[in-house]
């Protein structure tokens, strides 16, 4: 069994950075995709972006495309999200998942698991 952690969420104002970390315990995650996926108050929880094993292969929603980056350390069974240029509507609860194995190519919240505590990030004047 796979616990995932996630943690480095904050209160921030527009513009600002954070960086969020997924740590994985219980067994390595090195042969998963992970996704971050996040949640707005009233909102249903929608895919951010998703790392494939290698790290070679990267997604990321539309609307995050040139400001957040995903990263893994396989080494240390963590991932990243590097979070740029911070809006008011990035606000929301960030969870980091596993893909299912058989879900090549999803990213869809219905495809992964694992789901970790959360972590709260806003962005506010």
């Known amino acids: 069994q796979v616990q995932l952690v996630e943690s480095g969420g904050g209160l921030v104002q527009p513009g600002d950075s954070l960086r969020l970390s997924c740590a994985a315990s219980?067994?390595?995650?090195?042969?998963?995709?992970v996704g971050w996926f996040r949640q707005a108050p009233g909102k249903e929880r929608e895919f951010v972006a998703s790392?494939?094993?290698?790290?070679?292969?990267?997604e990321y929603a539309d609307d995050v495309k040139g400001r957040f980056t995903i990263s893994r350390d396989s080494t240390n069974n963590m991932v990243f999200l590097q979070m740029d240029s911070l809006q008011p509507n990035d606000t929301g609860v960030y969870y980091c998942?596993?893909?299912?194995?058989?879900?090549?190519?999803?990213?869809?919240?219905?495809?992964?698991?694992?789901w970790g505590q959360g972590t709260q990030v806003t962005v506010s004047s």
């Open positions: 998942a596993l893909r299912s194995p058989n879900r090549f190519g999803s990213t869809s919240r219905d495809d992964f698991g694992s």
């Open positions: 790392i494939v094993w290698s790290g070679i292969t990267k």
């Open positions: 219980g067994r390595p995650i090195i042969s998963y995709t």
